[in-house]
């Protein structure tokens, strides 16, 4: 079998205040440890090669962006903004737009629910229907050769609650 070489990560934001409107929502508290929590994590697989280098592209919605920032700190990185990956974007359109990324870099994408599970169940299973539920900061990884539609393996799945 050949070896996959193509990695995706994909992270929910963490928990959000309530509020309106949904784009401008703030991480709470309890949102902030949890981000900071996984960025720690993802800096350490990076530093020990278990992960190549990242490339961080985040939802532009506010909680999104201070997720992403805060994994930007931890790898000394800079956060890319796309604006196809908000909570009710197309997960095929993600795919398509996966398909022409290079893949010289790991990508991970900063997101929110429900794409991220739709994105998953297209990528792993060839529907949005399939798709995973995200805890928040939650982060799933994903290796294939091609992003295509039902071309992708789900490796893990990780949460700032199993981390210690």
Not at 57 to 75: D, E, G, K, M, N
Not at 105 to 134: K, N, Q
Request: aromatic share 4%.
């Amino acid at each position: 079998m050949k070896e996959v070489s193509n990695k995706l990560l994909l992270m929910r934001h963490g928990e959000a205040v309530a509020g309106a409107p949904d784009n401008l929502r703030r991480l709470s508290t309890r949102g902030e440890q949890e981000v900071t929590r996984m960025a720690r994590w993802l800096a350490d697989r990076v530093a020990s090669k278990e992960l190549g280098r990242l490339r961080i592209i985040a939802s532009p919605y506010t909680r999104a962006q201070q997720s992403a920032q805060a994994v930007v700190q931890a790898l000394g990185s800079e956060v890319e903004t796309y604006q196809g990956i908000t909570p009710d974007d197309s997960p095929n359109a993600v795919c398509d737009w996966l398909m022409a990324q290079p893949d010289s870099d790991t990508l991970l994408l900063v997101s929110h629910m429900p794409l991220l599970g739709e994105l998953t169940g297209v990528l792993t299973r060839g529907h949005a229907g399939f798709g995973v539920s995200f805890a928040t900061a939650g982060v799933a990884e994903l290796s294939a050769d091609v992003w295509a539609s039902g071309c992708a393996e789900l490796i893990s799945m990780t949460d700032p609650r199993q981390l210690s």
